[in-house]
C-alpha cells in the first residue's frame, strides 16, 4: 500500500474513532489530527472539495482547543455552587453518575460519601459543591468537617466530558467558603496513584504516603 494511502487511512480512523470519545478534549485533540491528515491526503490527490472541507474541521477544531485551554482556570467561565449535602439535586448527580463516580474518583471509596445522605448521620458537618459550566454540572467535591479545622475530602469527581481538565480547582481556589465554616486544612488521607498531578496542581502537597493536606488561608 502507497505511503499515501496509509495517511488517509490513518485519518479516516482517527477522525472515525475521535467520535467515539466521551472527552471533549480528547475528542478534539483525534478529531484534529484526523482532519489534518484527510487534508493533506485529499490535496496531495487534488480531491478539492474533501481537501476543503477537512481543513475547515482542523481550523474549527483548533479554534476550541484554543478556547479550552484558556477558559481551563476562568472564573468567569466556571462558577461553584454550595448545596446541601441532601440537596435532590446531588443525590440526582451522584445517582446518575454512580458507576463512573465509584471507578474515577480521586480520592479512594470512603463510607462518608456513600452515607452522606443518611438521616441523622453526626459525624461532622458535611460540605457539599457542584462545580458548574454555564447551566451544566461538571464536577462534584465533598467534603466532611471532622473537627479541630480540618476537612477530609471525601469525593472530588469530574464528568467524563471534562476528565482532561481541573474543575475541581475553582472550590479549593475559594477558601473564604472554608473559612466561613471553620476550616483551616484540607486532607486527602489516601489518594489513588495517578492523582499526585491534579493534588499538586490544586495546592495540595504530599505530607505522608497516599496522604496530602492544603491548608486554608482566607482570600
Known amino acids: 500500500m502507497p505511503w499515501w494511502e496509509v495517511v488517509g487511512w490513518a485519518g479516516s480512523v482517527l477522525v472515525v474513532v475521535s467520535l467515539m470519545q466521551a472527552r471533549v478534549w480528547r475528542f478534539r485533540v483525534m478529531n484534529l489530527a484526523g482532519a489534518v491528515l484527510a487534508t493533506a491526503y485529499n490535496a496531495v490527490f487534488g480531491i478539492w472539495a474533501f481537501a476543503a472541507m477537512n481543513g475547515a474541521i482542523a481550523v474549527i477544531d483548533a479554534y476550541w482547543l484554543w478556547r479550552m485551554r484558556r477558559e481551563r482556570s476562568d472564573a468567569a467561565v466556571y462558577a461553584v455552587v454550595e448545596v446541601a449535602p441532601d440537596d435532590a439535586y446531588l443525590r440526582h448527580v451522584l445517582a446518575v453518575h454512580a458507576d463512573d463516580v465509584a471507578r474515577h474518583r480521586t480520592v479512594p471509596r470512603d463510607d462518608v460519601v456513600e452515607d452522606d445522605a443518611v438521616e441523622g448521620d453526626t459525624r461532622g458537618e458535611r460540605l457539599a459543591f457542584l462545580v458548574v459550566r454555564g447551566d ?13 479545622g480540618t476537612g477530609v475530602v471525601a469525593l472530588d469527581w469530574v464528568t467524563p466530558r471534562f476528565r482532561d481538565f481541573t474543575p475541581g480547582e475553582f472550590v479549593y481556589r475559594d477558601s473564604d467558603v472554608f473559612v466561613r465554616h471553620g476550616l483551616r486544612r484540607l486532607v486527602v488521607p489516601s489518594a489513588p496513584p495517578g492523582a499526585a498531578d491534579y493534588l499538586e496542581r490544586v495546592g495540595f502537597r504530599q505530607v505522608e504516603d497516599r496522604a496530602w493536606e492544603r491548608s486554608v488561608v482566607a482570600a
Open 136 to 148: 451544566e454540572t461538571v464536577g462534584v467535591v465533598l467534603v466532611r468537617d471532622v473537627g479541630d
